[in-house]
């Protein structure tokens, strides 16, 4: 028995309707919260699971660099950011990873770029490049 069900029946024996009260709105409480934290994580999964796809095989990238010195070369734990439009280019900023210290991928017109350690960095970053590219527009043709 629980204690919230043991005070409740502890209430009703002696009579104390205010104690029986408090104790089964707690417990309704209690119950709704551990509902909707179930329901959280279950949302959660869901979208994650349609985010990745299928665990086996990760997006493919046409060209680029070499990806051996990332911690999943097959980019399958790559989740979506942002994507900004800048001076007609398309930046696409995604996280590596769900950890903490997650690191972003950087992509410019489609074409995966550089890493940075946060969101703003990389931002920043990214515009810098695409100003400093003059002549051919090509994302690549100059490393920061």
Not at 15 to 41: A, H, L, N, Y
Not at 59 to 86: C, H, N, V
Request: with cysteine; glycine share 8%; proline share 5%.
């Amino acid at each position: 028995m629980t204690t919230h069900t043991s005070d409740i029946i502890d209430s009703v024996q002696s009579g104390d309707i205010t104690r029986f009260k408090s104790c089964f709105e707690t417990m309704v409480r209690d119950m709704t919260i551990d509902k909707i934290q179930d329901r959280k994580v279950e949302i959660l999964r869901s979208m994650s699971e349609e985010e990745t796809g299928s665990e086996e095989a990760g997006p493919q990238i046409d060209g680029g660099e070499d990806d051996t010195i990332l911690a999943d070369p097959s980019m399958s734990k790559e989740y979506f950011l942002s994507r900004i439009d800048y001076n007609g280019h398309e930046l696409v900023l995604k996280k590596l990873g769900l950890g903490p210290t997650k690191p972003i991928v950087v992509h410019i017109d489609g074409e995966r770029w550089e890493l940075f350690p946060g969101p703003k960095a990389a931002e920043r970053e990214a515009k810098k490049h695409i100003d400093s590219m003059k002549t051919d527009g090509s994302p690549t043709s100059e490393k920061a």
